[in-house]
């Protein structure tokens, strides 16, 4: 069993005789020290996507299913090419089984595929990824606190608040849970 | 059609207390309703509720529009205990604040939706934080046949599922009257005299019910506020978690002023009270000028109100009840358009008053209350203008009603 506060990106699991796999999630704090968390699953039998809450402590039936290391390769449209790094097969995943997968990749990274019934269904990511901030306005210098933010692009396009003392060029953290900016990397 | 609670009192009051109260809104909307109360600490429930007995099983009556409405209540013993508790599940299963449904009454629910098919509702804490409007109704998927879950988020946003209004409550917010009014004075007066609580009707009346806290501002605002008016001002100190901070503070303001305020010791009483009964507190609330108020319970009794109040968030580990603070203080921020600076008058004392990491009644408290003291005719106009938009139209038990009368199961 799986509770919902260890389900990540990519995670599979059954519900009755449906199969479903994770494409995003989001936690929140409610009262007195407890979260919630905010799916989005696609069924794997249906293809039909939908949303879905929560308690952090409701528990799932969890499948063990084939995981393979592959390389991402580059994207064509919505349609995402990863190869196998033992077999060289290519697999070719799509836009929107990838949740939030494609802020945080690049081409030559290596990432976790899940195949159900021999098909790649989605991907799982590290929770860390290092990512270059390609544009924001100049840092600031001094400014240490990270409290204070400002908006960045990174080079996946992806958009994100970082602290002001960071700069173009330079390399972060970023939680691939939430997408938020945890530190920052000398390189 | 008919609902069962689940409740688990997990620290103070305010679990049993929130379920009361709804089961008693929904009983006001559709006394038809057939409810029974699944609770696991009967003690607590007592204190809220006197007519309350300590046994497994026992019929509680509820007045509604003057008519004796029964409610069966079902104490911890049977709770977990498979047989005659767990017969004839509801239709409907409302799961207070996440409260785990016990496996035998569970299994029973789940055989019977094969037949009838049920619906599960899992009744969230209140916030005002915009993530309850994502999360309002949203479905929880499980795995049994013929039964389906879903997410019931209380808040004082549109399209969430609202506040617990009560309008036994309501009526008697408008019967008590506008600050300083001769209905109010009355209102106090009666009160006071059935609660024994030895209060003019012209004394300025506050309550303190809070979470552990250092109370050293709040005398030293009210004695000043006090000193310079000349009004005389009683002290509502209830047993509990804030008492110890207030009894310290009180006790260190008498021994530094007595010397020299003798007059605003004169003109300052304060009372100690035992935990009230629900509808007691109800009273002494709207009997009231301004409160500390806490949880979620008096919060909305506070707000329903209209009376100016200091509301203490429960403690959450990284200082989050200030985003949960800060989100009530954005809920209600247009109401004070006409007047922006009360409205940052009381952000900035809400905003002080939970800044903590942990609860303490001897700390070095941030808060102050003049602003209050000095202001409560006018707030107490707005903050009723939110009131009657919150009751207008954010009616809980209607909502939630309104749902279950939709063709979902």
Same mark, same amino acid.
């Not at chain 1, 945080?104 to 990274?109: A, L, N, Q, R």
């Not at chain 2, 006001?28 to 007995?53: H, N, W, Y």
């Not at chain 2, 911890?76 to 035998?104: I, M, R």
């Given at each position: 069993?799986?509770?919902?506060?260890?389900?990540?990106?990519?995670?599979?699991?059954?519900?009755?005789?449906?199969?479903?796999?994770?494409?995003?999630?989001?936690?929140?704090?409610?009262?007195?020290?407890?979260?919630?968390?905010?799916?989005?699953?696609?069924?794997?039998?249906?293809?039909?996507?939908?949303?879905?809450?929560?308690?952090? =402590?409701?528990?799932?039936?969890?499948?063990?299913?084939?995981?393979?290391?592959?390389?991402?390769?580059?994207?064509?449209?919505?349609?995402?090419?990863?190869?196998?790094?033992?077999?060289?097969?290519?697999?070719?995943? #799509?836009?929107?089984?990838?949740?939030?997968?494609?802020?945080?990749?690049? #081409?030559?990274?290596?990432?976790?595929?899940?195949?159900?019934?021999?098909?790649?269904? =989605?991907?799982?990511?590290?929770?860390?990824?290092?990512?270059?901030?390609?544009?924001?306005?100049?840092?600031?210098?001094?400014?240490?606190?990270?409290?204070?933010?400002?908006?960045?692009?990174?080079?996946?396009?992806?958009?994100?608040?970082?602290?002001?003392?960071?700069?173009?060029?330079?390399?972060?953290?970023?939680?691939?849970?939430?997408? =938020?900016?945890?530190?920052?990397?000398?390189? | 059609?008919?609902?069962?609670?689940?409740?688990?009192?997990?620290?103070?009051?305010?679990?049993?207390?929130?379920?009361?109260?709804?089961?008693?809104?929904?009983?006001?909307?559709?006394?038809?309703?057939?409810?029974?109360?699944?609770?696991?600490?009967?003690?607590?429930?007592?204190?809220?509720? %006197? *007519?309350?007995?300590?046994?497994?099983?026992?019929?509680?009556?509820?007045?509604?529009?003057?008519?004796?409405?029964?409610?069966?209540?079902?104490?911890?013993?049977?709770?977990?205990?498979?047989?005659?508790?767990?017969?004839?599940?509801?239709?409907?299963?409302?799961?207070?604040?996440?409260?785990?449904?016990?496996? %035998?009454?569970?299994?029973?629910? @789940?055989?019977?939706?094969?037949?009838?098919?049920?619906?599960?509702?899992?009744?969230?804490?209140?916030?005002?934080?915009?993530?309850?409007?994502?999360?309002?109704?949203? %479905?929880?998927?499980?795995?049994?046949? +013929?039964?389906?879950?879903?997410?019931?988020?209380?808040?004082?946003?549109?399209?969430? +599922?609202?506040?617990?209004? *009560?309008?036994?409550?309501?009526?008697?917010?408008? &019967?008590?009257?506008?600050?300083? !009014?001769?209905?109010?004075?009355?209102? @106090?007066?009666?009160?006071?005299?059935?609660?024994?609580?030895?209060?003019?009707?012209?004394?300025?009346?506050?309550?303190?019910?809070?979470?552990?806290?250092?109370?050293?501002?709040?005398?030293?605002?009210?004695?000043?506020?006090?000193?310079?008016?000349?009004?005389?001002?009683?002290?509502?100190?209830?047993?509990?978690?804030?008492?110890? +901070?207030?009894?310290?503070?009180? !006790?260190?303001?008498?021994?530094?002023? +007595?010397?020299?305020?003798?007059?605003? &010791?004169?003109?300052?009483?304060?009372?100690?009270? %035992?935990?009230?009964?629900?509808?007691?507190?109800?009273?002494?609330?709207?009997?009231?000028?301004?409160?500390?108020?806490?949880?979620?319970?008096?919060?909305?009794?506070?707000?329903? !109100?209209?009376?100016?109040?200091?509301?203490?968030?429960?403690?959450?580990?990284?200082?989050?009840?200030?985003?949960?603070?800060?989100?009530?203080?954005?809920?209600?921020?247009?109401?004070?358009?006409?007047?922006?600076?009360?409205?940052?008058?009381?952000?900035?004392?809400?905003?002080?008053?939970?800044?903590?990491?942990?609860?303490?009644?001897?700390?070095?408290?941030?808060?102050?209350?003049?602003?209050?003291?000095?202001?409560?005719?006018?707030?107490?106009?707005?903050?009723?203008?939110?009131?009657?938009?919150?009751?207008?139209?954010?009616?809980?038990?209607?909502?939630?009603?309104?749902?279950?009368?939709?063709?979902?199961?």
């Amino acid at each position: 069993m799986i509770t919902a506060s260890e389900l990540r990106v990519g995670d599979v699991f059954k519900n009755g005789n449906d199969v479903l796999v994770v494409q995003k999630l989001e936690g929140t704090k409610t009262g007195r020290n407890m979260s919630v968390t905010k799916l989005r699953v696609k069924n794997l039998l249906t293809g039909t996507t939908a949303e879905a809450a929560y308690r952090m =402590s409701d528990t799932f039936e969890d499948i063990t299913l084939d995981i393979k290391k592959m390389n991402f390769q580059y994207a064509n449209g919505d349609t995402y090419n990863f190869m196998d790094n033992e077999s060289y097969e290519q697999h070719e995943i #799509e836009k929107e089984d990838l949740g939030d997968a494609p802020n945080f990749i690049s #081409e030559g990274m290596d990432v976790e595929i899940v195949f159900y019934e021999g098909k790649p269904v =989605s991907v799982k990511l590290p929770i860390l990824v290092e990512r270059e901030v390609v544009y924001c306005e100049p840092g600031i210098k001094g400014d240490t606190s990270g409290r204070a933010m400002k908006p960045a692009k990174l080079d996946t396009g992806y958009e994100i608040m970082i602290p002001l003392f960071c700069d173009i060029g330079e390399w972060i953290r970023v939680d691939t849970r939430d997408g =938020s900016y945890k530190e920052r990397v000398k390189k | 059609m008919k609902l069962d609670f689940i409740c688990q009192v997990i620290d103070n009051y305010g679990d049993i207390a929130v379920v009361w109260r709804l089961v008693k809104a929904l009983l006001q909307e559709d006394t038809a309703l057939s409810i029974r109360v699944f609770v696991d600490d009967l003690k607590a429930f007592q204190k809220l509720v %006197p *007519d309350v007995k300590i046994c497994d099983k026992q019929v509680l009556t509820v007045a509604i529009h003057g008519k004796q409405v029964s409610v069966e209540v079902i104490g911890s013993l049977a709770l977990s205990q498979s047989g005659v508790f767990c017969e004839n599940p509801a239709q409907v299963l409302v799961e207070a604040f996440g409260a785990p449904t016990p496996e %035998p009454y569970l299994e029973a629910f @789940r055989k019977e939706a094969v037949k009838t098919p049920k619906l599960i509702i899992h009744l969230e804490y209140l916030t005002a934080e915009p993530w309850a409007q994502e999360y309002h109704l949203l %479905p929880s998927l499980v795995p049994w046949p +013929g039964v389906k879950k879903v997410f019931f988020v209380p808040s004082f946003l549109p399209d969430t +599922g609202g506040v617990i209004v *009560d309008q036994d409550f309501w009526a008697k917010v408008n &019967l008590s009257g506008r600050f300083a !009014s001769k209905e109010r004075r009355e209102f @106090r007066r009666q009160v006071t005299k059935r609660l024994n609580l030895d209060v003019g009707a012209d004394d300025f009346l506050i309550t303190l019910f809070s979470y552990e806290h250092d109370y050293g501002n709040f005398w030293d605002d009210l004695g000043r506020w006090i000193s310079d008016t000349r009004k005389t001002a009683v002290v509502v100190v209830f047993e509990g978690r804030q008492k110890e +901070g207030a009894d310290l503070s009180w !006790s260190r303001f008498k021994e530094r002023e +007595g010397g020299r305020q003798r007059a605003v &010791l004169e003109n300052l009483k304060v009372l100690n009270c %035992p935990f009230l009964a629900q509808n007691d507190y109800d009273d002494l609330l709207l009997a009231g000028d301004f409160h500390v108020v806490r949880g979620e319970e008096s919060w909305v009794r506070a707000v329903l !109100s209209g009376r100016p109040f200091l509301w203490h968030a429960y403690l959450q580990p990284d200082g989050y009840q200030l985003v949960k603070t800060e989100a009530f203080m954005t809920a209600i921020s247009s109401f004070f358009k006409e007047n922006t600076g009360l409205f940052e008058g009381m952000n900035k004392e809400f905003l002080a008053f939970n800044q903590r990491q942990i609860n303490s009644s001897d700390d070095e408290p941030q808060e102050h209350y003049s602003f209050f003291f000095q202001n409560m005719a006018e707030m107490e106009k707005i903050l009723k203008n939110f009131a009657v938009e919150v009751v207008e139209n954010r009616n809980l038990a209607y909502i939630l009603l309104d749902f279950l009368h939709k063709p979902q199961l």
